[in-house]
């Protein structure tokens, strides 16, 4: 037998290049391998993908927006992929449609990641109603976020109505996610106190609900003991803008129990702000919030990564530290040099 | 009698402009009247002026940074001013000298402040140990956060060896005070849970410490409550950078009673994170976050106050809100003209 090479092979099956209105067609027909193709153009570093994606993204645009956005969020261990599979599988039983995303910039995940989100939520990932993407690989966390957030477009114009997005409560990327969902839930394990040190600090005030997991068998009172002690936590934390509670829940996704009473309190959040006007009014300053970020990240960016700049910022850095110069100054040093060169660029 | 001119009368009490050299020589030598007029020129929008302090606080800073510097926020009516009269007058006590400093961009306060303080800390303000300063007068929080700073440094160079910076808990200046002291202390009332509607979430997690004021008369049962229940709150927070774990004490400004108890701590903090290398490594951290914050201020100040952006922003926000462009588009669309415009001008 000859030795094949897959990337001969791979050209033999090349995909017929589809148009950005064939794309939208497909998408807004719920064509689930069309999106994938279309959420594997947003993840393209090409620049003739990503032209093609903006337009698709535009056209999706005003199709979008009618969904429940659901950040999870919790330290490993604390069961997500289990959780998230039962609350998924429980809400398809409702009659709606749910796609799962992740963000985790930190991990190393990127190949193997799309086999290993299915492994890990093996009913969803093969039930017709769900969507899994896994995170989209390496790139800074600003970009992680417009792919994920580029994505839950295209999800709710393909008629997804529940999108979650997962990630990890260790690093940055929960306010990330906090800014782009409608409910943030931090999913706990009973043992308060010990388990949250690997949480980051402000996450805890970030959340709309705590669940705690696993609550199931022996552990049963040891959650409810924590379920007491986060109540009267976050009863000393101040109100919320949207003036919810942020309620806490025990609940065990291994055998399915309180998981249909976390996704009513998610129901009634949406009604409850829905009334009192926060959900337009939040999704409005995520979307101008988006917007600035957006350019903040490119002004910084520029600056920081000129060639001009990048080689000297840390002999300015050691002369504050050195008490030479003032922060201010050497801030204004290195400033004065980045202007003077972008103008004779 | 005639009308006088206040303005013209001002001109022939014109005070003798010093050299920088002058300046300097002042403030080691501790002279008040010479540390608070180069205050004036750190304050002053004037180019002239800001020069001649920039040359000032050069000369300072090999000076500086031999002071426990400490940030104190809480809401209106938690005793803050009563509370560092007493604090202020305990470390006097100790062969100390203080310096008061305020952050509070959002106030009006301005030119009534001085006397504003001077009258709310009647010991301190005639004690010739102590140094009290408002506010500067309004402007950026960036601006108001640089110019407390830089303050900082000249009352260090002038021998006074505890920097106290009080804000108000309630807007963004926290994590600007945060950012430039050594510990922060969070000043409560009894009566748990509803004092802390008016405190920012997010400062919680960022108290070193909290104390809990007016603790005296019938309030005292009611302290003790809300102590204990503070205390079971912060043990649910994760663990600090410092390894410090958050105490919540009581305290009586009025009755001088707890005062001592709460200055120890702060001198144990102290000790602890210099013994564990924290103390240095959070201001180097500052110190370098400082030019950070400084540059990404101007980088930004200066796109959004370009004038092809500052007409155009609202316009394109609109767009987005309307999902007629994609967040991540219509920032493009301004940077592109942004850049083209700096680079023709």
Chains 1, 2 share one sequence.
């Not at 261990?77 to 599979?85: D, Y």
Request: proline letters at 3%; hydrophobic letters at 35%; one cysteine or more.
């Amino acid at each position: 037998m000859p030795s094949v090479n897959p990337d001969a092979a791979k050209k033999f099956i090349k995909r017929k290049q589809l148009s950005a209105k064939e794309y939208i067609k497909g998408i807004l027909d719920g064509d689930i391998i069309i999106l994938s193709r279309a959420v594997t153009l947003i993840e393209s570093a090409r620049f003739d993908h990503q032209s093609l994606a903006q337009e698709i993204i535009t056209g999706c645009l005003p199709h979008s927006g009618k969904s429940m956005r659901i950040g999870i969020t919790g330290v490993p261990g604390a069961g997500k992929s289990t959780f998230i599979e039962a609350l998924g599988m429980h809400v398809i039983g409702k009659g709606r449609r749910v796609a799962v995303l992740a963000i985790d910039p930190s991990s190393s995940r990127s190949n193997g990641s799309i086999l290993g989100d299915k492994t890990r939520m093996e009913k969803l990932s093969t039930n017709k109603n769900a969507y899994i993407r896994p995170t989209p690989s390496a790139g800074s966390l600003g970009g992680v976020a417009r792919k994920t957030k580029e994505t839950i477009i295209l999800c709710e114009a393909a008629g997804f109505d529940t999108i979650i997005i997962e990630t990890v409560g260790v690093g940055q990327s929960e306010t990330v996610v906090h800014s782009m969902v409608d409910f943030f839930l931090l999913l706990m394990l009973a043992g308060a106190g010990d388990e949250l040190q690997g949480i980051k600090r402000g996450i805890m005030e970030m959340a709309d609900a705590i669940a705690i997991n696993k609550a199931d068998g022996s552990n049963v009172d040891k959650a409810k003991m924590a379920q007491a002690q986060y109540k009267s936590a976050l009863h000393l934390f101040p109100l919320t803008e949207s003036e919810w509670e942020p309620p806490v829940k025990t609940c065990s996704s291994l055998y399915n129990s309180g998981i249909d009473d976390v996704w009513e309190m998610i129901m009634e959040y949406q009604k409850e702000t829905e009334e009192n006007g926060y959900f337009e009014h939040n999704r409005r300053n995520q979307a101008k919030h988006r917007m600035v970020e957006t350019i903040n990240e490119v002004l910084l960016g520029d600056f920081y990564s000129h060639p001009k700049i990048r080689n000297q910022i840390t002999t300015f850095e050691q002369l504050v530290l050195d008490d030479k110069k003032s922060s201010f100054q050497a801030a204004k040093e290195l400033l004065d040099k980045y202007y003077r060169s972008i103008k004779n660029s």
